[in-house]
T-cell receptor
Framework: NAGVTQTPKFQVLKTGQSMTLQCAQDMNHNSMYWYRQDPGMGLRLIYYSASEGTTDKGEVPNGYNVSRLNKREFSLRLESAAPSQTSVYFC?????????FGSGTRLTVV | GQQLNQSPQSMFIQEGEDVSMNCTSSSIFNTWLWYKQDPGEGPVLLIALYKAGELTSNGRLTAQFGITRKDSFLNISASIPSDVGIYFCAGRNYGGSQGNLIFGKGTKLSVKP
């Protein structure tokens, strides 16, 4: 009953460092998503993947890249982290209507 | 792009009180969803609504899909301390450019000091 698993849960980066946030789902869902959550801003879509082999930009894609490695896994990469990317990142997956979210990665860029 | 206006932004509750929040949009949605986020966790789906006028309950929670398809309401009756958290509305329009969920900015429920 894992659902959507995100790693790591917490991360501190220095400005300019790179890192990859990992996400895996075990529900055989076709669609996967990456969101960031900032105070007062709600959930903003960074990138999504409607199915294995496809990815598309969301509302706030700048500074990020994604890879849909297979049906289960969808990773988010920050090539050169900036303080503006300090946020909580959520991965989600869906098959029909509702999304299932992971528990988030809290990222701080100093 | 499409936006949802969710209100209130925050509210304080006292145990036993009823709580109401709503979401409005300038666009029509085919589906409305309500999520709750506990501190340190991801949002969890509470209620899904599929038809205009639909009224659906989940325990003490009741949500309605507005007749105009541009709004939705969530009511919590007889609130308890574990109701605190952030509640998000989300709408989906399969005819939209992405067909993805559009989220409101959330209503934060806290306990009255």
């Amino acid at each position: 009953n894992a659902g959507v698993t995100q790693t790591p849960k917490f991360q501190v980066l220095k400005t300019g460092q790179s890192m990859t946030l990992q996400c895996a789902q075990d529900m055989n869902h076709n669609s996967m998503y990456w969101y960031r959550q900032d105070p007062g801003m709600g959930l903003r879509l960074i990138y999504y993947s409607a199915s294995e082999g496809t990815t598309d930009k969301g509302e706030v894609p700048n500074g990020y890249n994604v890879s849909r490695l297979n049906k289960r896994e969808f990773s988010l990469r920050l090539e050169s982290a900036a303080p503006s990317q300090t946020s909580v990142y959520f991965c989600a997956s869906s098959e029909s209507v509702g999304y299932t979210f992971g528990s988030g990665t809290r990222l701080t860029v100093v | 792009g499409q936006q949802l206006n969710q209100s209130p932004q925050s509210m304080f509750i006292q145990e036993g009180e009823d709580v109401s929040m709503n979401c409005t949009s300038s666009s029509i949605f085919n589906t409305w969803l309500w999520y709750k986020q506990d501190p340190g966790e991801g949002p969890v789906l509470l209620i899904a609504l599929y038809k205009a006028g639909e009224l659906t309950s989940n325990g003490r929670l009741t949500a309605q899909f507005g007749i105009t398809r541009k709004d939705s309401f969530l009511n919590i009756s007889a609130s308890i301390p574990s109701d605190v958290g952030i509640y998000f509305c989300a709408g989906r329009n399969y005819g939209g450019s992405q067909g993805n969920l559009i989220f409101g900015k959330g209503t934060k429920l806290s306990v009255k000091p």
